[in-house]
């Protein structure tokens, strides 16, 4: 399991808008320890799809990214007939190999041993002469026979020389046979290699950019994502996931959040059809004169962004950052200012993030257009810090007055969690202003706070 490219492969879905967590990585982590989805890719392939596939793009989102990652589960199955078949012919080779050296060394043992066959008569010897049977003569009676007198003959039998095998001969046929084994290992092991290197696909056209784009806004931040190893192992630094999304609301829920934001007044030229107002003057003459237009409706709010900046507010800049690019290109609004200040706007705010540019408060606002102005606030009001200021209360209490006076409604966004404004600045200042906390209820509250709908809720 160490060599999966599972926790990239997680990774990637979740980068593309897959809603995954540390749990369900886990889940997969825990059904491969118990043995599911090993045998090949296909079954890990089916193991991921039932744990992380939800709907028909996170399932277009996962072929893509397994078939890159991982490769696909045809290739799978081609790559293991082929190497079963390879497998098949390299074992054959090694037999015949085998059998090659054998024989080999048993000729050469057989060259070295060949067996000699001899006759030998040692020196001195008589050869056995011929006897021919003959009429012996009529014995005498006075004679005895005289024994002819014949040499002591001296035979060697042949014998026939058998093979001996030398220990050398037996080692040298296994020496032949083992080396023979590990080279043919030895080239196995080197293609095992080669062929287990992932291969990278082209990227599927099918997964359009479109698509990707679409699905990026459900990115959420991850908090810790393991490697393959044992649940009681610490996870390391660098195996955190980091990620520019903030947990509580996604990009794509602020933007859904802003296009409610929104004061629609018809105006500019006529170009779209007024049905009834054609109808009624089809009636009134009887004929159709030229049809009936009206201007178009357009968003004509307009945002007055404040934001607190450095001290307390450090660790929110990226979700602040988010607010203001998520109200500026999907908001959709008529007008859109941002500032900056530090705690409290007291006389001057700023038009960057390092208070360089600074600005009038009283010349900022009456700029603004009472009727279409709305001013959201984000602030964590002290919360973060705890405790209670009373000259914070006081200023921001006199700057929420002065602002009241040039626009209908305000709201704060509290990127603190409301249990822990309780005793401290921020639930004295959400006392005068209706204030929310970071979430997607807490954003769309503070939106109906700005078109008038909850000016009560706190």
């Not at 001296?154 to 001996?164: C, E, L, V, W």
């Not at 030229?290 to 607190?308: A, F």
């Amino acid at each position: 399991m160490d060599d999966l490219p599972l926790l990239e492969l997680f990774t990637r879905l979740r980068e593309a808008g897959l809603q995954l967590g540390i749990d369900d990585y886990q889940a997969v982590l825990q059904a491969l320890q118990a043995g599911y989805g090993l045998p090949n890719r296909a079954a890990l392939a089916r193991l991921c799809r039932t744990l992380w596939v939800r709907s028909a793009d996170d399932m277009r989102l996962f072929n893509y990214y397994f078939e890159l990652l991982i490769g696909s589960e045809e290739e799978d199955l081609l790559n293991s007939e082929q190497y079963a078949k390879e497998v098949k012919n390299v074992r054959l080779v090694t037999h015949a190999a085998l059998a090659g050296v054998l024989i080999l060394g048993i000729a050469v043992a057989l060259r070295f041993d060949r067996p000699q066959n001899s006759t030998t008569t040692p020196s001195g010897s008589v050869p056995i002469p011929t006897l021919v049977p003959t009429k012996a003569p009529l014995p005498l009676p006075t004679l005895k026979p005289i024994p002819t007198p014949t040499a002591q003959i001296t035979q060697n039998q042949p014998i026939q020389n058998q093979p001996i095998w030398q220990p050398w001969y037996l080692l040298l046929i296994l020496a032949l046979s083992a080396g023979c084994v590990w080279l043919v290992n030895l080239l196995m092991q080197r293609r095992d290699r080669q062929s287990a290197e992932p291969s990278i696909p082209e990227p599927n056209p099918a997964v359009t950019s479109e698509l990707l784009h679409e699905i990026e806004d459900e990115v959420q931040v991850a908090q810790a994502v393991r490697q393959v190893t044992s649940s009681h192992e610490e996870i390391s630094r660098e195996h955190l996931l980091l990620s520019a999304d903030y947990l509580p609301v996604t990009q794509r829920q602020m933007k859904q959040n802003w296009r409610y934001l929104r004061r629609l007044v018809r105006e500019g030229i006529p170009t779209e059809l007024d049905i009834d107002a054609t109808i009624n003057q089809l009636g009134r003459y009887g004929i159709l004169l030229e049809p009936v237009l009206l201007p178009r409706r357009v968003n004509r709010t307009e945002l007055l962004l404040l934001i607190d900046q450095d001290g307390s507010m450090v660790p929110f800049h990226s979700l602040s950052h988010r607010l203001v690019e998520t109200a500026q290109r999907g908001g959709r609004l008529g007008k859109f200012n941002i500032y900056y200040f530090h705690n409290c706007p007291d006389e001057y705010i700023y038009r960057d993030t390092y208070h360089q540019k600074a600005e009038l408060i009283k010349d900022v606002l009456n700029r603004l257009r009472q009727e279409r102005t709305v001013v959201l606030i984000f602030s964590d009001g002290g919360a973060a810090r705890g405790g209670l200021n009373s000259e914070r209360i006081e200023l921001t209490k006199a700057f929420l007055n002065q602002l009241k006076q040039h626009v209908r409604y305000v709201a704060w966004l509290n990127p603190m969690p409301r249990k822990r404004w309780l005793g401290t600045t921020a639930g004295e200042i959400a006392g005068l202003v209706p204030m929310f906390e970071v979430s997607r209820q807490g954003l769309s509250g503070a939106i109906d706070a700005l078109r008038g709908r909850n000016k009560n809720l706190v």
